[in-house]
T-cell receptor, first 110, second 113 residues
Framework: GQNIDQPTEMTATEGAIVQINCTYQ??????LFWYQQHAGEAPTFLSY????GLEEKGRFSSFLSRSKGYSYLLLKELQMKDSASYLC???????????FGTGTLLAVQP | DVKVTQSSRYLVKRTGEKVFLECVQD?????MFWYRQDPGLGLRLIYF???????EKGDIPEGYSVSREKKERFSLILESASTNQTSMYLC????????????FGPGTRLLVL
């Protein structure tokens, strides 16, 4: 079957760096997505990784290791507006659907 | 910009009522999805569609049905609403390629009394 694990909550300080981890188990891996979701709003796309390595996009970077079933989202120079849930989602399995983790609620403090 | 709209942001219904949630996307996407999101459970797939008049069950289809008569519109139907269907419902669409992300609508928060 498919399984995704990520921490439930994290706290970080404005201006700092935070790393949100995601581990997964799936067959037929076809990529890993990270989404940001502010309270009461829809998820919005942040990044996509299908090959091993680091993808950088401004203050946000995402890393993937397929052999370890592991990804992380790195947020630099944290701002208060980064307070949100971060969802890890894996595409794979027999039907190639997206399977979502339960999300990590990040609180950025002054 | 891709736009996915949902007919209501908030909805209150009574147990036993038939409920229709509408979703429209304006980017000619082949794929459309309905999820529900509950605290501690994350996003769970109810139904999806890869083409007009085509539908596939997701992980939790019981108590729901869907309709896709036109490419841009995907409707979720609660045949007889129950209190355990109180949830946030999110519609999404995507092109037909595996590396393409899904684009989400703003969500409908449904309360069943």
């Amino acid at each position: 079957g498919q399984n995704i694990d990520q921490p439930t909550e994290m706290t970080a300080t404005e201006g700092a760096i935070v790393q949100i981890n995601c581990t997964y188990q799936t067959s037929g891996f076809n990529g890993l997505f990270w989404y940001q979701q502010h309270a009461g709003e829809a998820p919005t796309f942040l990044s996509y990784n299908v090959l091993d390595g680091l993808e950088e996009k401004g203050r946000f970077s995402s890393f993937l290791s397929r052999s370890k079933g592991y990804s992380y989202l790195l947020l630099k120079e944290l701002q208060m507006k980064d307070s949100a849930s971060y969802l890890c989602a894996v595409r794979g399995g027999a039907t190639n659907k997206l399977i979502f983790g339960t999300g990590t609620l990040l609180a950025v403090q002054p | 910009d891709v736009k996915v709209t949902q007919s209501s942001r908030y909805l209150v219904k009574r147990t036993g009522e038939k409920v229709f949630l509408e979703c429209v996307q304006d980017m000619d996407h082949e794929n459309m999805f309905w999820y529900r999101q509950d605290p501690g459970l994350g996003l769970r797939l109810i139904y999806f569609s890869y083409d007009v008049k085509m539908k596939e069950k997701g992980d939790i289809p019981e108590g729901y049905s869907v309709s896709r008569e036109k490419k841009e519109r995907f409707s979720l139907i609660l045949e007889s609403a129950s209190t355990n269907q109180t949830s946030m419902y999110l519609c999404a669409s995507s092109p037909g390629l595996v590396w393409e992300t899904q684009y989400f609508g703003p969500g409908t928060r449904l309360l069943v009394l």
